[in-house]
């Protein structure tokens, strides 16, 4: 068994995000580009004679009462396929705010598999790696390639973006969890065509054509639930400076694109105290 093993688990951001079908068994099928930005959850995983969780960071009171989340859900799964006990002290510093379409339980899961591979000596093929990945969670495979991606499927099929111009990005969430489950029961209308990528981005108005063009579909079933969603949506568009403002996921997080870092900070300073907020880059 290694010794301590620490790793960062960054928040998701979906730039688009269109329901292009549903499954028979419920699932919804999906089009959207995925990115990775510098706000980030830490897995610390150290050994020991049983498996514990240890939730601490600004965001842990959002987890406080969900003892067996996907974090220990991946120690176990992994521990099983590799025939052997969970055995960890592992310690979650939590700064992605939960249910806020902001993948932060998922990149937690993802980052336990790698690191929990590390500390017990676990040698699996990456293929097998994702399909653990896949069962935990429709988008723990993105998290695990942790990469800029073109997704499809139900979230499980991953496709190399080009790359993305230059951009400070602002995420903005009213303090509201918002459970994923709850946006697709609540979507209306027909399903949308997906648009391919044929070519790269050649800068930022580009790549904002790009985005207006596809949008978000989950929008309005989001806001429905959480009107709060359409304020944030509105500060953010009028905010000096915005490319372009939208929702990330299935909600309640909005992000906003500017040129520069300036710029983000400016605009997150200036919005109601109340509402969680991160200024930062894409990465």
Known sequence: MAGAAVRSAHAKVNFWLNVVGRRPDGYHLLDSLV??????DTLEVRPS????????????SGLAADPDNLVLKA???LADRADMAPRATIRLGKHIPVAAGLGGGSADAAVALRAL?????????????????ASLGAD???CLAGRTALVSGIGERLQPAPALPPAAIL???????L???DVFEARRGPFSTAVPVTQPWRDLPEFVTALARRGNDLSDAAISLRPAIAEVLTFLRNSRGACYAAMSG?????FALYDSLDAAQRASASMPPAWWRHAGTLI
Request: contains cysteine; proline residues 11%; hydrophobic residues 45%.
């Open 35 to 40: 990115a990775f930005v510098d706000l980030a």
């Open 75 to 77: 120690a176990r799964l």
């Open 179 to 181: 459970p994923t489950r």
């Open 250 to 254: 299935s909600g309640a997080t909005c």
């Open 117 to 133: 591979s590390e500390l017990w000596r676990v040698v699996l093929p990456e293929e097998e790696l994702f399909d653990l990945a």
């Open 49 to 60: 004679d049983r498996l514990s969780l240890e939730v601490a960071g600004p965001q842990a």
């Open 171 to 177: 995420l903005v969430n009213p303090g509201t969890p």
């Open 140 to 142: 723990v495979p993105m």
